[in-house]
């Protein structure tokens, strides 16, 4: 079957099932994330204490954790609630952003791969290289050669395999795979990287698909490509505005979109390897 | 004095005080209910530090606890703030968001409403159920049957009663009581749950409105009003493009609210009991 | 060279350059300070954490502190990443949002000012009174005639010299000074107060527009016209909907500003002592 149909599908059970997402993500965009959420058609909850996150959790289809604006208190509500998720088969997703800018933030990623089981890992190239690399220096390998590659396609493979989960790099071309089967999602407009929280809101919107879908590869990619078409259509809408006007075009998109958008928009497509 | 009419009023009265409302809510939302506080008239000051809050309270007109993101650093600042309020005979609104969900936000309310007298409680059917079964519990009688029940005037007259405050419950119709007087509020839109924040940002006008109005039962109606007519003034605003327009829309609604909003559009009735 | 050209080309070196701004700022109005940078030409990054903020800090061209909600926590971590800067020839803008409401935001503000060099302080009337009163008072003078006194002018002088930085004071109209120049900005709206936050995204672009500019005094004063200009044409594009569009235009305003909108708009003005 046609990916963009699956993605249309998926898209169609997403506002049917409207599963309940457990975000632990940062304050600086957690509100759009918030919002995102509830456009697309999923029920977004927040907590991040310890004494709470395992509560939550447990009423919750999907997990999704963001080290934007991390702290003590809040990482070790991150691994609570990640190791209840594995326990509870929640789904977990991981946005480590900003890894590799910062000693703290590289091994709070570290720390959390290792403790807690991961379904899908969405970042950009950069972050998801540092992922790689980590992986691959605790095996005393050279990780430059690697983070000189910067080839994505590689680089997802890589990670997906070794971390056993999906891994989602978006970009200019967003690539997601599961170690094996690899799959590109082609849309999108360069000025989702002109608003704060397009990367948080899509790592969020791969927990509420990931939550209603079988095949995880696929449910990450058509969370992916609901983010590119939402910023095709909020540029048209924005363009002679500027970019606040765009962030709420693009919550807009979101809120109007189904099954047909990603028949008539998708450009997801699964790579013959 | 028809109810609508005495919003209205209490709107202009509002507008003209300018009341200074701190707030204690989650981080989710938190932009939204600042801006309005100030679309409608108010002054919002946002403080959450145990060091930092009596100092804030003695100087404001109200406060707003929200316990959206609860932690234990937030709670103890919500107990401090709480009692110094009680002590300055400052208004206290409660929103217990997610009371029942989880262990942590259902001591948490049990306890704030242990140590701080309340004025208004305004939350959804279920947490205020929650607060209803609680109270209930602590005397030993099976929640379950008020849980069952559902019916808005019956658990408002019953948690208003008990706690010796105003019950707002917020729904498709809202219901206001100090236990004996009832009002309800037929205001709205379904796309008001599209967006996060609308109960938070009524929360926080009940604040608003509460600090310059004399009954406080006519008070609470009046904010929850608003937000039911900005939601309707935004529906019909945004029903083309989106969610993200209609919380735009939302906060330009509150912007040009003024008294001859409430006695056209306001659909607030004291039931005849 | 006219100072608004000046302004003009700063804002062209300030797209060319992207600068990296390191944000301390308060969750109230954190999304909206980062959306400000990106529609400027800078790129934000929050970090809060005493475990993180050197690091992040390393890597940035500015530092913002901005006390809006202050705690324990994030006060210990900006007086780590402020002395991180000084070291680093990083220039550091203190925001002391409430400086004067409340004993805490005296006593942070106070220690800011001792342990960390500034290069700007930016704030309202009353806040930054506060600090010349703070500052004469610590010498045993009465701060009570400079407070009464209320001149914009006079108070930016006083403690521009006293701290060794320029004070920033925003306003109708806006007042710069090094302790010697003195700069005044007549750009702006009065809607700009019907928004949260047009005072910290200020302070943010401040740090964006330092981040490029050789004479922080010119700097400064672009970074404060920025925002008058962006207020008269968010006003312009949103006077008939509300103050929901205001803030969205604000950010459309800014994203789309250009050296000619300085030539052609701005109205900073040095004064002749």
């Known amino acids: 079957?046609?990916?963009?149909?699956?993605?249309?599908?998926?898209?169609?059970?997403?506002?049917?099932?409207?599963?309940?997402?457990?975000?632990?993500?940062?304050?600086?965009?957690?509100n759009d994330v918030a919002n995102a959420l509830l456009a697309i058609g999923a029920s977004p909850i927040m907590s991040d204490d310890c004494h709470d996150v395992e509560d939550i959790v447990s009423i919750s289809k999907a997990l999704v954790i963001n080290i934007g604006t991390l702290n003590e208190r809040t990482i070790a509500s991150m691994l609570l609630a990640g190791k209840k998720a594995n326990a509870m088969?929640?789904?977990?997703?991981?946005?480590?952003?900003?890894?590799?800018?910062?000693?703290?933030?590289?091994?709070?990623?570290?720390?959390?791969?290792?403790?807690?089981?991961?379904?899908?890992?969405?970042?950009?190239?950069s972050e998801v290289s540092f992922v790689a690399g980590l992986e691959v220096s605790t095996k005393g390998v050279d990780s430059s050669d690697a983070d000189a590659d910067k080839d994505a396609v590689a680089i997802a493979k890589a990670v997906a395999g070794k971390l056993g989960c999906i891994a989602a790099i978006t970009g200019a071309v967003d690539t997601v795979s599961d170690g094996k089967r690899v799959l590109q999602v082609q849309?999108?407009?360069?000025?989702?990287?002109?608003?704060?929280?397009?990367?948080?809101?899509?790592?969020?919107?791969?927990?509420?698909?990931?939550?209603?879908?079988?095949?995880?590869?696929?449910?990450?990619?058509?969370?992916?490509?609901?983010?590119?078409?939402?910023?095709?259509?909020?540029?048209?809408?924005?363009?002679?505005?500027?970019?606040?006007?765009?962030?709420?075009?693009?919550?807009?998109?979101?809120?109007?979109?189904?099954?047909?958008?990603?028949m008539e928009m998708g450009k997801i497509e699964e790579l013959t390897l």
Chains 1, 2, 3 share one sequence.
């Open 1 to 30: 079957m046609n990916v963009n149909k699956k993605a249309g599908e998926l898209m169609n059970k997403l506002r049917a099932e409207v599963p309940l997402v457990h975000c632990m993500t940062n304050y600086v965009t957690v």
């Open 187 to 262: 849309n999108g407009h360069p000025m989702l990287s002109k608003v704060t929280g397009t990367g948080c809101m899509t790592s969020a919107l791969t927990g509420a698909f990931v939550a209603v879908g079988e095949d995880t590869v696929y449910a990450a990619a058509a969370a992916i490509a609901a983010t590119g078409i939402a910023g095709e259509l909020a540029y048209e809408a924005a363009k002679e505005k500027g970019t606040g006007s765009f962030r709420v075009a693009l919550i807009d998109a979101y809120s109007r979109m189904c099954e047909n958008t990603f």
């Open 89 to 125: 088969h929640i789904p977990v997703i991981l946005d480590p952003v900003g890894a590799g800018a910062s000693a703290y933030r590289n091994e709070t990623t570290k720390k959390i791969i290792e403790e807690v089981k991961l379904d899908v890992l969405r970042g950009n190239l």
